[in-house]
T-cell receptor, first 114, second 113 residues
Framework: DSGVTQTPKHLITATGQRVTLRCSPR?????VYWYQQSLDQGLQFLIQ???????AKGNILERFSAQQFPDLHSELNLSSLELGDSALYFC?????????????FGPGTRLTVL | QQPVQSPQAVILREGEDAVINCSSS?????VHWYRQKHGEAPVFLMI?????EQKGHEKISASFNEKKQQSSLYLTASQLSYSGTYFC??????????????FGKGTKLSVIP
């Protein structure tokens, strides 16, 4: 158990819908990262927040957005869902925001878009 | 740019050694290695920093050749528990004081009795 929690564990929805994924980082960690993992693309970095502020942006679609709240939990919002958005979404956290910080991954949310 | 990992898959017998390579087309600040077992989240193995500092644990070691922009993960005397998919994540110049990890597609390692 990494100490990072994600809800829900599974999510099944239809195309065109909107969903929210939630992540609570480990106690004391200020950075939260979101990743998308699909079979053919591997782990794709989406976005990072540090202490409530957006710090880095990766391959995140405009239909996706995220935020980190004052209590440091984070939410990833996915809208106008398409079949191709089906994937495993991981949240990770780390103490700081520098390159020498190990990231602790949550169990993931498996999103299925029908 | 996504780093390239090789091999894509490898099968070992218990006790054998393996090397997984990770190469990038751009200058790197650090290389991270993670292992993911089927149906589970990735788990941190180690970080190699520019300048030679290394953070890790267990019986797994790694090297980082900054000039060649390559890293290798060495698994010695493999155990059944080593089975999983190994990902390298590279951090390069991203500017503005931020950094992001770009992961390779992974190397699937299977250790058999």
């Amino acid at each position: 158990d990494s100490g990072v929690t994600q809800t829900p564990k599974h999510l099944i929805t239809a195309t065109g819908q909107r969903v929210t994924l939630r992540c609570s980082p480990r106690s004391g960690d200020l950075s939260v990262y979101w990743y998308q993992q699909s079979l053919d693309q591997g782990l794709q970095f989406l976005i990072q927040y540090y202490n409530g502020e957006e710090r880095a942006k990766g391959n995140i679609l405009e239909r996706f957005s995220a935020q980190q709240f004052p209590d440091l939990h984070s939410e990833l919002n996915l809208s106008s869902l398409e079949l191709g958005d089906s994937a495993l979404y991981f949240c990770a956290s780390s103490v700081g925001d520098t390159e020498d910080n190990e990231q602790f991954f949550g169990p993931g949310t498996r999103l299925t878009v029908l | 740019q996504q780093p390239v990992q090789s091999p894509q898959a490898v099968i070992l017998r218990e006790g054998e050694d393996a090397v997984i390579n990770c190469s990038s087309s751009k200058a790197l600040y650090s290389v991270h290695w993670y292992r993911q077992k089927h149906g589970e989240a990735p788990v941190f193995l180690m970080i190699l920093l520019k300048g030679g500092e290394q953070k890790g644990h267990e019986k797994i070691s790694a090297s980082f050749n900054e000039k060649k922009q390559q890293s290798s993960l060495y698994l010695t005397a493999s155990q059944l528990s080593y089975s999983g998919t190994y990902f390298c994540g590279t951090e390069g110049e991203s500017g503005a004081g931020s950094y992001q990890l770009t992961f390779g597609k992974g190397t699937k390692l299977s250790v058999i009795p």
